[in-house]
């Protein structure tokens, strides 16, 4: 049975940083893509950062986009999310997903091509 678990979300002041991770086990195989998505409340779950293939090409939202920096540890079955320079508007739920097959272009929004989802971890930003 295909299992992620994310950690790593609290309160934190703005301007702040965070390091979600993200293990998951069960699969017996290397996915080939790993994503992060978000959802605030009120608002629908949105794609934050995805990391695909074996050369390990990233993609991420305008929104987060040189603060974020996704990467994985496949041989210690991981994924990490370390956000910097947080705002109030990224406080939100963040899930973790996996899908089998690499991804191109902007197939990385589609939350559809992830077949495994953890339950979230929550990030709050708040003076």
């Known amino acids: 049975q295909v299992q992620l678990v994310e950690s790593g979300g609290e309160l934190v002041h703005p301007g702040g940083s965070l390091r979600l991770s993200c293990a998951f086990s069960?699969?017996?195989?290397?996915?080939?893509?790993l994503g992060w998505f978000r959802q605030a409340p009120g608002k629908q779950r949105e794609a934050v950062s995805c990391?695909?293939?074996?050369?390990?090409?990233?993609y991420d939202a305008d929104t987060v986009k040189g603060r974020f920096s996704i990467f994985s540890d496949n041989a210690a079955n991981k994924m990490y999310l370390p956000m910097d320079s947080l705002k109030v508007e990224d406080t939100a739920t963040y899930y973790c997903?996996?899908?089998?097959?690499?991804?191109?272009?902007?197939?990385?929004?589609?939350?559809?091509?992830?077949?495994?989802w953890g339950q979230g971890t929550q990030v709050t930003v708040a003076s």
């Open positions: 997903a996996a899908a089998p097959f690499e991804l191109y272009g902007s197939n990385w929004i589609n939350q559809r091509n992830f077949d495994y």
């Open positions: 069960g699969a017996g195989y290397d996915f080939a893509a």
């Open positions: 990391i695909t293939g074996k050369m390990g090409r990233t």
